[in-house]
T-cell receptor, first 116, second 115 residues
Framework: AQSVTQLDSQVPVFEEAPVELRCNYSSSVSVYLFWYVQYPNQGLQLLLK??????LVESINGFEAEFNKSQTSFHLRKPSVHISDTAEYFC??????????????FGTGTKLQVIP | DGGITQSPKYLFRKEGQNVTLSCEQN?????MYWYRQDPGQGLRLIYYSQIVNDFQKGDIAEGYSVSREKKESFPLTVTSAQKNPTAFYLCASSSTGTATSYEQYFGPGTRLTVT
């Protein structure tokens, strides 16, 4: 069984300050890792993903996440946040169960509130 | 533009009534999913379908039913047996096989309120 833990339900941060949203996972098999972003009353959008290769992955809007296998973590960081980054962020882990089905487990989400 | 549409955006029903939520995709994806989102609980999988005419129960299927008669469509029915149906419902799809990008694409969601 796999699980995802996002310990911080809310993270307030001032505009232009750095931020880190924490994500830890557990799984008995190799996994793929994702960060999704959700703006109010909308669906989720993929922010970035780790499948293999370089452990540092980046998004087009300045976010990055680093896969740390020994610590089973995939924390999301941004060196300088903008008001428009205010949203809820979900970490997700997926593997392929028997039969080829891609089972995805989502964390409980972290609400990032950027303060002007 | 390719994507997933869900309708309606907001839905109100009286307790004891069945209600069907629509989900349509034009991404040519084989796999489709229904999630339920409640505050502070993340997303929980209700049903998923990997191919037309086949679907499987997720973690919280009780009180829900689905059909997959067409590749593009995966409607969800919330039945009167669902004890606490008020929630935000999200439909998603993904590619499968060797061409998969492994990510899921989400619709805009339907907010269901049952009173």
């Amino acid at each position: 069984a796999q699980s995802v833990t996002q310990l911080d339900s809310q993270v307030p941060v001032f505009e232009e300050a750095p931020v880190e949203l924490r994500c830890n996972y557990s799984s008995s098999v190799s996994v793929y890792l994702f960060w999704y972003v959700q703006y109010p009353n909308q669906g989720l959008q993929l922010l970035l993903k780790y499948l293999s290769g370089s452990t540092l992955v980046e998004s087009i809007n300045g976010f990055e996440a680093e896969f740390n296998k020994s610590q089973t973590s995939f924390h999301l960081r941004k060196p300088s946040v903008h008001i428009s980054d205010t949203a809820e962020y979900f970490c997700a882990v997926s593997d392929f169960s028997s039969g080829g089905y891609q089972k995805v487990t989502f964390g409980t989400g972290t609400k990032l509130q950027v303060i002007p | 533009d390719g994507g997933i549409t869900q309708s309606p955006k907001y839905l109100f029903r009286k307790e004891g009534q069945n209600v069907t939520l629509s989900c349509e995709q034009n991404l040519n994806h084989d796999a489709m999913y229904w999630y339920r989102q409640d505050p502070g609980q993340g997303l929980r999988l209700i049903y998923y379908s990997q191919i037309v005419n086949d679907f499987q129960k997720g973690d919280i299927a009780e009180g829900y039913s689905v059909s997959r008669e067409k590749k593009e469509s995966f409607p969800l029915t919330v039945t009167s047996a669902q004890k606490n149906p008020t929630a935000f419902y999200l439909c998603a799809s993904s590619s499968t096989g060797t061409a998969t990008s492994y990510e899921q694409y989400f619709g805009p969601g339907t907010r269901l309120t049952v009173t």
